[in-house]
Every structure is written in C-alpha cells, then in structure tokens.
C-alpha cells in the first residue's frame, strides 16, 4: 500500500543563529518545528524524525499530506508578517507517494528519497508534489501546476513534479511554463571581480564580496525585476572558486545564450541548475530566449570582471 511521505525544512536559519545567538535561535527553530509536527498530526500524519530544521513525516494519503502542509505554509506565512526580516524562515516542502520499509524504526523507499530531494530542489515558501500524490483524490480546491519532469540525483527516471499554490496572488501572477532543452554547458574558467547590473534607468554594482545576490520579481530579492513571469526568488549570482556561478532557484527555469569569439552561441537551460557566467551573451528568466519579450539579461566578463546590463523588453 502507498505511503505519502513529506519534508519540510526550513531555509534562512543560519542567518537567523547569527542574528540571535545560539540559545535563542535554537529555542525559535525547535518551538517551529514542533509545530509543523502538531499540524502533521492533526492531519494524521505520523512524525518519524525530526531532522534539526525540518521534520520528515509519513501520511496514509496524499489528500491529508497536502491539507496539513498548506495549513503550514497559510499559517506560518500569516506569522512571518509580524516578524522582523533578518529572522524570517521560511518552509520548503516535499511530498511523493509510494511503497515505504520500516527497519529498525527507519524508513526506506523512492518515495522517501524523492521526498527528500524536491524538499531540497523547492524554493522558500514552495510546496512541491509528485504527479503521484495530485492523482489521488486531494480534492478540486487544491490548486496546483505541472513544472514538468524533474532530475532527482541518483534517479534514472524523472518524475512528473507539481507545484501546490497555497497563495491567491500565485495564480494570478504566473503565467505557464516553457519547455525546457538539455544542452551542453560550457566548462571554461575565469576570474571574477565584480558584476554589474542595470535595468532599464537603474544601476548597481556588486563586488565578490558582496555576493550571493538574488534576482527576482518581490523586493526581498537584491534585484528586482517586475514581470510575472519572472519568480519571487529566480536566479541567485554568487562568487566560488574565482568564478561567477548562476542558479536557478525558480519554478520555470532560466536560460543562457553565450556569445563565442567567431561568432557562433550555444545555449543553456537551466531548472535548479548552475552554469558559469563567461565571456558575453544573455540571460532569460521565466521563459526562453526565442520569447522576444521575455526579461532578458545581456552579460559580459572580461578581466576579473563581469558585466551585466538587464533589458525587459515590453510586449509589442
């Protein structure tokens, strides 16, 4: 018989330990935990672990697992309001379904590890399902979308994954999403320094230093680009190993269009994936760069240093 498993972790906690020392963070994240795991229960659900930041828990269905964790995610969201930004944590969530092993007391299973992985892969705030567990009757209310098949590491197959909206303004702001390509990345090294970015009339700079910066569509990120299609949190920029690393942490995917020397381009597509930011070319978020109106980045790295100048190309 299936077995519908969740994850649900925290993210930011470590901003939130340094924020507020160890005793008090330590208090903050237990008391939350042990919260999601009282909702876990009052679905039905059955805690097994709890993993520090997150719980992993086991459910009879999928419709309980899904009812128990959009009550977190409404009801932790409600909480978040009130709190300062510097201490903000929010959920990331997994749930499959699937035949599971009790052990010893530990359990073992696909479903288990794919769990855990979208639990991984989903962004703050997000709740993401395998097609397995929106087939079962979680009744029409539950509003969700296909992101499509999903590469979980150690997998052959890739699962259908669906995103749960547990917010009104969700729908209304996201528009499908595109197809995406696997293509080839190119593996070339480069110093980094700093990077550049502008869009339309704004400007900023961000030395190595100052990194990782997000990309995204809400004022949390450190640069915003307004467009629906363009994820709260899409893109993060960081500094590693003396190179300019780009990745996608959004629910419809990025691509990257380099530029070579003699001419010719080859192209990434990226669905919470990283490529290296090299040479020149552009970046598209939220749809691929054959949609001219898509917001696009142009970029460049010369010398240690990395430019970008951001271009949303409005609707024609």
Known sequence: MATTVVFADLTGSTRVFEAMGNARATDTVTRLVQWVGDVCEAHGGRVIKKLGDGIFALFPAGAPAIAAMLEVQRSH????????????????????SGEVVEVDGDFYGDAVNVA??????????????????????????VRHR????????????????HRIDWQDEVVDLL???????????????????????????????????????????????????????????HARIEARNGSCILTDVSSYGTWV????????????????DECMLHGSGEISLGAPLSDFTAPTISFHTAGGRVQLAMKAEASQ
């Open 257 to 272: 269009r380099f530029r070579d020397a003699d001419g010719s381009s080859s192209e990434v597509a990226l669905r919470r």
């Open 175 to 233: 528009t499908l999403p595109a197809a995406l390509s696997t293509l080839a990345r190119p593996g070339i090294d480069t110093a980094f320094g700093q990077i550049e970015l502008s869009w339309l009339d704004v400007h900023a700079a961000f030395g190595a230093r100052d990194l990782p910066i997000h990309l995204g569509r809400v004022n949390e990120a450190d640069f915003v680009v307004n467009d629906p299609r363009v994820s709260r949190l």
């Open 77 to 96: 969201h409600k909480r978040l309001l009130k709190w300062p930004e510097a201490l903000r944590m929010d959920l990331q969530i997994g749930i499959a």
């Open 146 to 161: 296909s992101l499509g098949p999903i590469s979980i590491r150690g997998r052959q197959e890739t699962p259908t994954v």
């Open 116 to 141: 855990s992985r979208l639990s991984d892969l989903a962004g703050p705030g997000q709740i993401w399902a395998t097609e397995s567990v929106v087939d079962q009757r979680i009744g029409p209310e």
